[in-house]
């Protein structure tokens, strides 16, 4: 390879010569030529636009895509020019994990039937959360990454420019000043005076140029604000239609788990109810509960014969006939006794019922154990 010797020296030298005189500015010891106060305001303006526009790309990146590693491969895809592959959202796998097990438990049982409802929803979220990331990538993200990577580049290396100018301009100052003082001093050519001075006219030129060069790129930061403005509001267009996506999603998906669980779950036992009932829901359950589904209702009814407190639930202790008809039950949902008269339950755990003549048939009498009490009948599965 061919080298310039003459030329490399050169820039040696007047890299060596701009920083003894940087080191000198530093020190106190050399005059720095400083830059007018409008263009200086740009500067810090410009300073304060790309370290905040740096902030907000990152921290959107990491809203919207929260796997690093997965930030680092679409990087690496960014810089060789690939097309990034398409990546499966969690809530399209959590929806086909749910599809595979319902083939396994069954599509025809409740949980069966319920898991492909759910796991249809949850791919239609994990699509819509596609749509909301690509349009977010596309509107927000790459106009930010434009100016950092082309805007604010040109500006760094124009700014280092008019720097070297500077210093090349004070460097002429400071030649002059000693080549003066020195003529009188000496008694030198005037030559050498002149010389210095054209020197110096030329710096001055030189930095006026860049400076009005720096000026007019930094000028061009508004127009940056208006488009990351213009951008700003395309993502929160995009963030709303995806959160009313899933608002609606979820509202349909309720609708049809209720729907399901009162079918699936009907009251057997309604027929003989009394015909002034009023329907009441016990407090709420525990989180044990299926996602989406309401605990089911409960009736309060005014059965002749039987003595209860006003307004309060029936006791264990006021039923005095005997018992008829032990089965076991499968407890579908978690029950909190509200009183000392109702027994507990946990889901999926077995225990014996029984009815007692003249007791509301919405409630049967639980046993587990040494343990009885009252339980509804619709937060059971009677077992043959």
Known sequence: MD???????????????????FTEEKLGSAEKTELDAHLENLIARADCTKNWTEKIFRQTEVLLQPNPSARIEEFFYEKLDKKIPSRTTNGELLGQYMLDAAKDFGPGTPYGSTLITVGEYQSRLGGAEREFLQTSAINFLTPLRNFLEGDWRTISKERRLLENRRLDLDICKARVKKAKQAEAKAALWSEEVDKAEQELRVAQTEFDRQAEVTRLLLEGISSTHVNHLRCLHEFVEAQATYYAQCHQYMQELQKELSSANSDTYPNSFASNANPSTSATCPSPVSSATLPGVSPPCLASTSTPGIAREPSGPLKIQDVQQPSTGHRKAKVLYDYDAHDTSELSLLADELITVYTVPGMDPDWLVGERGNQKGKVPVTYLELLS
């Open 3 to 21: 080298f310039n010797l003459k030329k490399l020296t050169s820039d040696a030298g007047v890299f060596f010569t701009r920083a003894v005189q």
